[in-house]
């Protein structure tokens, strides 16, 4: 199985233009991009966005698109204002699914905060779906139901990230998530490093095994635990606790088929690690025979 490495944007969110991105993933051997849906702090239309990421991909030979954050951003309490989310979601991804022949999309549905703002953001156990009512998990599951439908005939797959402060936070509530949906266009994004976070979470192997086919998504990166007082550091991807080597022979052990997107975490020259994390995947999938 030849599976497509994506370069997660934010390897290249210090400065460089969307087809210096392109270009450069391109050349170091990237098969494709996780773009941002809306870039944060650039004033620009989504048409303008679009044109320069089109432009960047015709001049790099990038072969695949993906986005990723904002997804339609299901926590608000106003039912008007999450429809609109949906609709823009919905006109969105149709149009990059013709436009670069979008398959996949990371999603990620808004930040799910405490509502105690004196509540610590890096208390993770206090936020998302810890902390969600049945009201809220009503909401994400409608507007995703919502958004599936309408993109019934769009050949595009999504996946929840589990990711912190976010209902989908644990592997647990995201399975639950995609259970109560039930549409097969949702799935799971599994970014195992994030799962560090949590003192009580499933191993590695029951992570992969007991997704199976649930899984749309992977990102791959790494941590290690702090010595003493507690807290984690963000390593390459060959360092850290994840064995991100039994990874990927896990999936392909239960015959996954999509993209393997690779994450930067690490602060410093994210240019040069690209290429490290690449190099080292590269080598992994040789060797596994993948």
């Not at 769009?154 to 644990?170: A, C």
């Amino acid at each position: 199985m030849a599976y497509p490495i994506i370069m997660h944007v934010n390897y290249c969110e210090q400065g460089q233009t969307v087809r210096e991105i392109c270009k450069k993933a391109a050349a170091w051997g990237f098969d494709g991009v996780e773009f941002r849906r809306k870039r944060t702090g650039v004033e620009e239309t989504t048409e303008d966005y679009l044109d320069e990421l089109e432009a960047g991909v015709a001049a790099s030979g990038l072969e695949h698109v993906l986005f990723g954050y904002p997804g339609p951003l299901l926590v608000k309490e106003d039912a008007g204002e999450r429809e609109r989310e949906v609709e823009q979601a919905v006109a969105f991804y149709r149009h990059v699914s013709e436009r670069f022949g979008v398959k996949t999309v990371n999603l990620l549905t808004g930040a799910l905060r405490n509502p105690d703002g004196a509540v610590p953001y890096f208390d993770y156990t206090s936020h998302g779906s810890f902390v969600a009512t049945q009201e809220q998990w009503d909401w994400q599951v409608e507007g995703c139901r919502q958004m599936a439908d309408a993109l019934a005939d769009v050949d595009i797959r999504f996946g929840f990230e589990t990711h912190m402060v976010y209902l989908h936070d644990t592997i647990g509530a995201a399975t639950r998530l995609v259970e109560l949906i039930d549409r097969p266009s949702i799935g799971v994004n599994l970014d195992y490093a994030n799962m560090l976070e949590f003192e009580e979470k499933p191993s590695l192997e029951e992570a992969v095994t007991g997704l199976g086919e649930l899984i749309h998504y992977v990102h791959l990166k790494n941590s290690a635990p702090l010595r003493g007082g507690g807290g984690r550091v963000p390593t390459a991807l060959s360092e850290g606790e994840i064995s991100n080597r039994q990874f990927v022979r896990l999936l392909m052990q239960i015959g996954y088929e999509g993209p393997i997107c690779v994450e930067a975490p690490r602060p410093g020259d994210r240019e040069w690690y690209a290429r490290q994390d690449l190099a080292y995947l590269r080598a992994v999938l040789a060797e596994v025979g993948a």
